[in-house]
């Protein structure tokens, strides 16, 4: 296995100089380890290669926003069979960096120009503003009546505030998570009314979310890691990687023929249909998978429960922008590269909770009321009721992930209290 690198300025052809007056920038401490050069594969690695040296912007949120972005300009036309479920190239994907100067908007700039460019059609299919899962729906609806409904069902959401969507998921009577998970899933969309009811079938919904890692930590809901919702989202760390106080080259891909290539091959992948695994590859995916499925503890093995399936749909998507109806072992090994990725940023972004003062209190409070435990109730007079319900929860969440803390429900006068109790005793 290769060691992991970062692209920099040394990755651009030599008889191309620097930007003027360019600083690379240090890697922040604790920062997750950079995903191995195999992640750059192909096509989609030409282009972050070119585009790297004149934007601030890590490669990494480049190349990912790419390989989503494309994945949802393909559509339906080419899908993996896994049994009697299709794995179609949409992804779901959540970069993970501090507000702006992670640069996350400007690494989606460059792939929005690009992506238009190559499929003008797909730029009406843009949208943000995931608010509920009726109009999401809405959005790629099948004909109903006088409704002609919405012909093309491709539809890529760009959030670059994601935490308004973590809000409205947490909503007790929102539709918007139940239909996020089936959009990924690729099955149909319903949610029957007496009023308006909506359907839509053959839906091809990628998303792309941007979001800070405190923002994340102190809105992600603990039912949310627990249903599935969050494992359908690959996160990834993203940072600025330098200072260009001049700027870069604003069009870096012209006079390379690689915008052209891109269009060349996103027309014949809407055509490709069933992508199979080459014979190199079904061995070598087989010891992939046995080592994907292994489970991991706590929050990382919340996140990773569909680690199989997040890294065939992206070997997928390298295997059509190689224009090639099989996975070879070199997609796979750029898919899991991406994928361990993912995992190494999920960990830095969530696993550090258990680390904060609000969850070391808690655990220390139940710890000394061994082996009587608190209610919720009695948990926040015990804080002065100064944590948010969300802050609360998330700390509950992940003490209850690394196995320090469990809950009960016990009876009283009125609704069944959560009784929250220490794990074990502290060692004598």
């Given at each position: 296995?290769t060691?992991?690198v970062?692209?920099s300025l040394?990755?651009q052809p030599?008889?191309d100089?620097?930007?003027s ?13 950079p995903?191995?050069?195999a ?9 972050v290669r070119?585009?790297a040296?004149e934007t601030?912007?890590?490669p990494v949120?480049i190349?990912?926003q790419l390989?989503?972005a494309f994945?949802?300009a ?11 479920t299709?794995h179609h ?11 702006a100067?992670a ?7 460059h792939v929005q120009?690009l992506?238009?460019g190559a499929?003008?059609q797909?730029t009406?299919r843009?949208?943000t503003?995931?608010s ?16 002609p409904?919405?012909s093309d069902?491709?539809?890529?959401v760009?959030e670059?505030e994601?935490?308004s969507v973590?809000?409205?998921?947490s909503?007790?009577?929102?539709t ?11 099955r ?5 009314t007496?009023t308006?009811p ?5 839906a ?9 890692a405190?923002?994340?930590r102190h ?9 599935g919702l969050?494992n359908?989202f ?35 992948a809407?055509r490709a ?5 080459s014979?190199p ?6 010891d992939?998978?046995?080592?994907l499925a292994?489970p991991l503890?706590g929050i990382?093995?919340?996140i990773?429960a569909r ?10 998507i390298y ?17 899991l590269?991406l ?6 940023s999920a ?5 550090r909770?258990?680390g904060d ?5 808690i ?6 009321q ?6 919720r ?5 015990l804080?002065?009721?100064?944590p948010t319900t ?5 700390a509950l969440a ?5 196995r320090?803390i469990?809950?009960s429900?016990v009876?009283t ?5 959560e ?7 502290p060692?004598a």
């Open positions: 296995m060691e992991p970062t692209l040394l990755d030599a008889d100089p620097p930007p007056g360019t600083l690379t920038l240090p890697v922040p401490e604790g920062w997750p380890a995903p191995e050069a992640v750059y594969h192909g096509l989609a690695g030409e282009i070119r585009i040296p601030e912007a890590d949120a190349l990912s390989l989503v994945g949802a393909v559509g339906r036309g080419a899908w993996f069979q896994v049994e009697a299709r190239p949409n992804e779901f994907l959540v970069l993970i960096g501090d507000s100067r640069r996350k908007g400007s690494s989606w700039d120009r992506i238009a499929d003008q797909l009406a843009i949208v503003g995931l509920s899962g009726e109009g999401l729906i809405h959005s790629v609806r099948d004909p109903a009546g006088q409704d409904g919405v069902r491709r539809l890529l760009i670059p994601f935490v973590l809000k409205n998921v909503r007790e009577i929102s918007l998570s139940p239909t996020l998970r089936s959009a990924w899933d690729g149909p969309l319903a949610i029957l007496r308006a909506a359907r839509a079938t053959d091809h919904i990628s998303i792309i979310g941007h979001i800070t405190t923002e994340l809105h992600i809901n603990p039912v949310e890691l627990a249903n969050l359908r690959l996160l990834l760390g993203c940072r600025r990687v330098r200072l260009l106080p001049e700027g870069g080259d604003p069009d870096p891909l012209n006079s390379t023929g690689l915008d052209r290539r891109l269009a060349t091959t996103l027309n014949n809407r249909g069933q992508i199979r695994l014979t590859a079904r061995h070598a995916w087989l992939a998978y046995q080592r292994e503890p990382a093995g919340a990773s680690a199989e399936a997040h890294t065939i749909r992206l070997a997928l295997a059509l922008l190689d224009n090639t109806h099989q996975i070879q072992p070199a997609h796979l090994t750029a898919a590269a994928w361990d990725y993912a995992l190494r960990a830095w972004a969530l696993e909770t258990t003062p609000l969850a070391r209190q655990h220390a409070a139940l710890i000394h061994l082996p009587g435990g608190l209610t109730t009695e948990l926040r007079d804080l002065h009721r100064n969300s802050q609360l929860d998330q992940a003490l209850a992930d690394d320090k469990t809950s429900r009876l006068a009125g609704r069944p209290a009784l929250w109790t220490a794990a074990q005793a060692d």
